[in-house]
């Protein structure tokens, strides 16, 4: 073990209730199957003549839903995976009482999956969905089981994903009750992002704690800011 590492792990061996707060995005479910957004083998790469950006834009959403949902279900959704060291180990320091809360880019549900309670999900969830017309609302299987455009049972009203699609913003109390839960932190663990996308990676500016960890594989913009920089995979720098 790098001293690194160990110093990480004695750190939140050592913390106090309630002292840490994790913030995570792709990187923290590579582990569990689900490719990343930006790397060579990342989902973000050319889809023909369209970017992924543009095949989850709101606006390709309203024009085109067909194809939006033809790519959704086939680039975006992994409803077999499961959650790996990483995501256990959070939810363990959560029933611990270490730690207060996880702030995720990630929409797949892994780390309710693993047993966490207290999940800020900055871009919402895959497994939420409802109707645009009557706000029912649907599970994952609905939306996976439907043919082209899920279709709401009750009205007939397209269904969407309570997800954050490019072009639309963050929803601003879950913004600010992220932020104060930064503030709040002695250890801030970064983990699996590479912190450009913003709002989102905007809220590091809130922690005035003792301990900044970023956990990626490539650099960061805060990694100037940091005590400890792990360039390690994220579910072995949990296995403990």
Same mark, same amino acid.
């Given at each position: 073990?790098?001293?690194?590492?160990?110093?990480?792990?004695?750190?939140?061996?050592?913390? @106090?209730?309630?002292?840490?707060?994790?913030?995570?995005?792709?990187?923290?479910?590579?582990?569990?199957?689900?490719?990343?957004?930006?790397?060579?083998?990342?989902?973000?790469?050319?889809?023909?003549?369209?970017?992924?950006?543009?095949?989850?834009?709101?606006?390709?959403?309203?024009?085109?839903?067909?194809?939006?949902?033809?790519?959704y279900?086939?680039?975006?959704?992994?409803p077999?995976?499961?959650?790996n060291?990483?995501?256990?180990?959070?939810?363990?320091?959560?029933?611990?009482?270490?730690?207060?809360?996880?702030?995720?880019?990630?929409?797949?549900?892994?780390?309710?999956?693993?047993?966490?309670?207290?999940?800020?999900?900055?871009h919402? %969830?895959?497994?939420?969905?409802?109707?645009?017309?009557?706000?029912?609302?649907?599970?994952? %299987?609905?939306?996976?089981?439907?043919? %082209?455009?899920?279709v709401?049972?009750?009205c007939?009203?397209?269904?969407?994903?309570?997800?954050?699609?490019?072009?639309?913003?963050?929803? @601003?109390?879950?913004?600010?009750?992220?932020?104060?839960?930064?503030?709040?932190?002695?250890?801030?663990?970064?983990?699996?992002?590479?912190?450009?996308?913003?709002?989102?990676?905007?809220?590091?500016?809130?922690?005035?704690?003792?301990?900044?960890?970023?956990?990626?594989?490539?650099?960061?913009?805060?990694?100037?800011?940091?005590?400890?920089?792990?360039?390690?995979?994220?579910?072995?720098?949990?296995?403990?």
């Amino acid at each position: 073990m790098s001293k690194d590492l160990e110093l990480f792990r004695s750190w939140v061996d050592e913390a @106090e209730q309630g002292s840490i707060v994790f913030f995570g995005g792709a990187g923290v479910s590579t582990a569990s199957g689900i490719p990343d957004f930006r790397s060579a083998e990342g989902i973000f790469t050319k889809q023909g003549h369209l970017s992924p950006e543009r095949l989850v834009s709101a606006s390709y959403f309203w024009e085109h839903p067909e194809e939006f949902y033809e790519f959704y279900r086939a680039k975006l959704v992994f409803p077999d995976v499961k959650p790996n060291a990483a995501h256990i180990k959070l939810a363990e320091l959560e029933r611990e009482g270490k730690l207060s809360a996880i702030i995720t880019q990630n929409v797949d549900g892994l780390h309710q999956a693993a047993g966490s309670k207290r999940v800020l999900e900055l871009h919402g %969830s895959m497994h939420r969905n409802y109707c645009l017309d009557c706000d029912k609302t649907y599970d994952l %299987s609905f939306v996976l089981q439907a043919e %082209s455009v899920p279709v709401c049972e009750v009205c007939g009203g397209h269904v969407r994903p309570d997800v954050v699609l490019y072009e639309e913003g963050l929803n @601003e109390a879950l913004l600010e009750e992220s932020a104060l839960a930064i503030a709040k932190a002695n250890i801030l663990i970064i983990g699996g992002t590479s912190l450009v996308v913003f709002p989102a990676a905007g809220l590091v500016r809130y922690f005035k704690g003792n301990h900044l960890v970023i956990v990626n594989h490539t650099p960061t913009p805060q990694d100037s800011f940091a005590d400890l920089c792990l360039r390690q995979d994220i579910a072995q720098v949990f296995s403990w």
